[in-house]
DNA sequence: TCACATATATAGCGATCACTACATAAATGC
DNA sequence: GCATTTATGTAGTGATCGCTATATATGTGA
């Protein structure tokens, strides 16, 4: 049984492409939020209709998942860019919170954390249980990459963090500017520090 | 034209209560967000039928703007109950942050603000013109109370703050417990001071 | 008593929601 | 050629959205 698994293409080719459809599943969802994006926009911006809509994703919730796991698998996650530079705990989270201070400001009209922000008030119990799933895996990476050098105080730093990044996002989509999100993280940093090394 | 103006009481008298309408209005608002409550819903829970709803409130939006509104003049006001027991401005600021971790918290299905969080992600014109107008308010008084302070940090100290109620608004929506908020408000606070009195 | 003013209940408006039934088009394997 | 497989376009599903037209009920002032 070690037959090659020919994937055969039988069967109409698909008449867009699936990762330009999802990229652009993720500006929609970012900019405004799960609910208030609906299948029709989604159908014409995508340039897909209804039945290849399903037929692609099964559902508007299933595109989302796809968008939502595109997103955070991106430079979109400023955790992963942080740790990528290497460093000490507090040296990456500092960073993170400077790369979030860049990244989340408002860019082409898409402005905080798809993650954070992006089923915020939803309706559908689908969307909140993906977000809710994305959220629960980065804190926890988070909490175990501080406990790796603050092993007592994990889970409060923790907390510092994820709630600092939580404010720092739904400002954004507020209208927050790059500079009032660059002296916020700074000043978190500096918090971090001190919350980490003293008490 | 002294004419005493009789407020005259004629007409079919209504049939509920102005003020519970609007309290009940404020908790599904808080719960959900404003796109996820439905006028039908609103007019089961409330007990009024469509055309006695319109006829007191003229849409949606505006029983909206009355909740945000009442709420906003109650307790769920931190920076009202906070100032209301006098104190330097780092002591009053340290204490709303330790009155919104315990506001914040969910309560009877209820968590975080509704003017932070009511409207995100809404569909709705009116509905965000609405919260971005108490927001900016808020934030315009924040900014002024710490600048009889310190005059030359306002804006840093006033993003400071408004960012991290952001946070704590948005995660204990998350359900982000009252003891992770007391830390991060307790940090926050540390933080205020820090910021104010050095560089 | 009766006009007037206001609120009510019944019923339903057009628009949009996520989603699908059905027939057809376009590729492959034999 | 021809069956098989997959994707497509046309058209429309029932449900819900915020809101309203119309008639009736219930109060006041004269």
């Not at 603050?150 to 404010?167: R, S």
Request: one cysteine or more; charged letters at 25%.
């Amino acid at each position: 049984m070690v037959a090659t698994k020919k994937l055969d293409q039988r069967g109409r080719p698909r008449s867009f492409d699936m990762e330009e459809a999802v990229h652009k599943a993720v500006r929609l969802f970012h900019r405004r939020g799960y609910d208030a994006v609906g299948v029709a926009e989604l159908g014409t911006e995508l340039g897909i209709k209804p039945p290849s809509f399903y037929a692609a994703f099964g559902s508007k919730a299933g595109l989302f998942e796809r968008a939502v796991e595109h997103y955070s698998t991106s430079d979109a996650n400023v955790f992963g860019r942080a740790q990528a530079s290497g460093g000490t705990v507090s040296e990456v989270i500092e960073r993170m919170l400077l790369v979030a201070a860049e990244v989340y400001p408002e860019h082409d009209g898409v402005a905080g954390c798809l993650v954070l922000d992006g089923a915020r008030n939803s309706a559908d119990p689908e969307a909140k249980a993906i977000i809710a799933s994305y959220k629960k895996a980065s804190r926890t990476a988070l909490r175990d990459f501080i406990a790796s050098r603050y092993p007592t105080k994990a889970e409060t730093l923790a907390d510092l963090v994820v709630i600092a990044l939580e404010g720092m996002s739904g400002s954004a989509r507020d209208g927050a500017s790059a500079a009032a999100l660059k002296s916020f993280a700074e000043a978190i940093g500096r918090a971090f520090l001190r919350e980490a090394k003293q008490g």
